[in-house]
């Protein structure tokens, strides 16, 4: 399957008519993913992107680029999931490692409501939408604890809501429009501020279009043509998918909705846009990166992914140390280290008091912080949990979810008072109190493609007990007798979407945490684990410079070719 839709129209005959095409056409089409997007439906040759903006100069290593990074949230001013997390963080990384780095977002009515000081701007932006124009106020703050810039883009018709994406778990029947405007407000502010962008850092599928109008609309703009365009996707199975009636709203030509573009079985879809047109794509772990290019995981839309696998990268995201670490964590009983674990213990027990379970230091203590979803592997759970809980061992579970799940749980705590405590509801402080108190923290996700609690688990010295998929087979190393003696076993693992191999995978930490020593080697190594955003940050830096270089070769090839053909 290419392009998520191909399952009627052979491939091999496509594949021969691509091959015949790129040999003919061979002194204009220099690459050939490039050229491949521009076959139709049937095979046949439609017209080419025009790339022939202005060259942003690419960044030699040594010399400051211009990063701006573009996301529907970011913490502190608004938040729905861990996207929200990288997006707050990640420009002040980049900016200790010498990034001009940016962030924009909408404002929303929480940005206000986090306290921060707001600029008002004097440009504005006026987006078309469908046959309407609609304007937008510029505002401007600070990351805090940083000088990275925030441009807030304000429109109140579209971000003045109580929740972000939808109320009542409904989602609000004009989303499109709403992340249409951001991704063209988004390029407007480029122009109206007289910024330098280098790199266009665009986030999910809300803003899947902006390396659509960068390569389409924007394409002749000197100010925009030139940007290379970086697209994360942080869950694929978000897509933003909208009827095909919505097309004209975008402002570009019917040409584009086809299989291999923006269509998706006859919708329109923002985030194949992104896949499709920038010139990097990048997952949050290279785990996922590689599933997503499979049946199992592609959500339909692994052809596209294998299809651009040389462009795909995976980067772990980072934690902020500065929160996550029970060095300096201001919200737990007692702050401890690798050096004294001694408030270690007081987290426990104050962890096993608050939630009226039994004080009991020998018993392990299981922690989970979790959307309560089939996801994240509470299917499994919920078949294994009579048998798990009749061992010598404790539970606590923080999260809100599915109704099925929100009533399970709390009914099974009644079951069993003196081994689960649940808690259906979203508590920060407590958050930081299980990830400090408990003994091993649980993730049997069916699918995940990062994981942060993995990651936070490491340094409060948790030992993860997680499923070998996406970033949690990145970060999490299985024990065995061979990694114990390396010393880089990190955690407990299992590969099989099954409750027999969780219930196995539990059963094995709960032995191994009664050899003492052995469990304290564990620990340790835990502990001393770098997951830091100064890591992740390296690595974007490193996938910007790509974009940045692939940009200027195809803009180049695409000058020479253009120049070819009017000398003819």
């Known amino acids: 399957m290419i392009h998520g839709r191909q399952k009627t129209v052979n491939f091999r005959t496509n594949h021969m008519i691509l091959k015949e095409l790129t040999e003919l056409y061979s002194g204009i089409y220099l690459d050939r993913r ?44 608004a938040k729905t999931g861990g996207l929200a997390d990288v997006a707050g963080a990640l420009p002040k990384y980049l900016g200790k490692l010498g990034v001009n780095a940016s962030l924009v977002m909408p404002l929303y009515p929480n940005v206000a409501q986090s306290g921060v000081k707001l600029t008002k701007l004097a ?62 407000a988004t390029l407007e502010l480029i122009k109206a501020l007289g910024l330098e962008v280098d ?42 998918l909208f009827w095909h009636w919505d097309m004209p709203l975008t402002g570009l030509s019917w040409d584009l909705f086809n299989w291999t573009e923006l269509e998706f079985y ?33 959500c339909g839309l692994e052809g596209v992914l294998t299809q651009r696998r040389d462009s795909l990268f995976g980067v772990v995201n980072g934690v902020d140390y500065s929160v996550w670490n029970p060095e300096v964590d201001t919200l737990i009983p007692a702050k401890f280290s690798m050096r004294d674990l001694s408030g270690k213990a007081r987290c426990k027990a104050q962890l096993q008091k608050s939630q009226k379970l039994p004080e009991r230091s020998d018993t392990p203590l299981i922690g989970c912080i979790s959307r309560l979803v089939d996801q994240k592997g509470f299917d499994l759970l919920v078949e294994i949990l009579d048998e798990l ?10 999260g809100t979810g599915e109704p099925k799940y929100n009533r399970i749980f709390p ?52 030992v993860p007990v997680v499923r070998e998929t996406g970033g949690l087979k990145d970060t999490i190393v299985n024990v065995t007798d061979e990694t114990l003696a390396r010393g880089t076993a990190t955690g407990f693992s299992f590969r099989a979407y099954k409750s027999a191999a ?12 009664t050899q003492k020593s052995g469990w304290s080697r564990l620990v340790q190594n835990c502990m001393k684990q770098d997951w830091s955003w100064e890591r992740s940050g390296r690595e974007y830096v490193d996938v910007y410079r790509w974009a940045m270089e692939h940009r200027a070769k195809r803009n180049k090839n695409a000058r020479k070719s253009q120049e070819k053909i009017g000398s003819k």
């Open 389 to 398: 809980l009749g061992q010598d061992v404790q539970m606590v579970l923080l």
């Open 266 to 298: 006859g919708k329109l879809s923002l985030l194949k846009g992104g896949l499709t047109f920038s010139d990097a794509i990048n997952t949050v772990s290279k785990q996922y990166a590689k599933e997503i290019q499979t049946e199992e995981y592609g």
């Open 502 to 513: 969780l219930l196995e995978t539990l059963k094995r930490a709960m032995a191994f945490y």
């Open 34 to 77: 490039a050229f491949l997007g521009n076959i139709n439906y049937w095979g046949v040759l439609t017209r080419h992107w025009t790339d022939v903006g202005a060259l942003s100069p690419v960044a030699k290593r040594g010399e400051a680029m211009n990063v701006m990074i573009v996301s529907p949230e970011a913490v502190p001013f």
């Open 411 to 462: 009914e099974m705590a009644k079951k069993y008072p003196t081994k689960l405590a649940v808690s259906v509801a979203f508590d920060n402080q407590l958050a930081h109190l299980i990830e400090a108190g408990s003994d091993m923290y649980l993730m049997p996700s069916a699918f995940e493609p990062c994981g942060l609690n993995q990651i936070y688990s490491l340094k409060y010295g948790t």
């Open 123 to 184: 440009p504005v932006v006026r987006v078309p939408i469908g046959d309407k124009v609609f304007e937008g106020a510029l505002w401007q703050s600070v990351i805090p604890d940083s000088q990275t810039p925030v441009y807030f883009i304000d429109q109140k018709d579209f971000y003045n809501r109580p929740e972000l994406y939808s109320v009542k778990g409904k989602d609000y029947p004009d989303n499109c429009q709403r992340f249409l405007f951001l991704c063209r």
């Open 199 to 240: 790199v266009l850092h665009a986030n999910d599928w809300q803003t899947g279009l902006i390396p659509v109008y960068i390569k389409t609309l924007y394409a002749k703009d000197p100010a925009i043509g030139g940007i290379a365009t970086l697209f994360t996707v942080h869950n694929l199975a978000y897509q933003g």
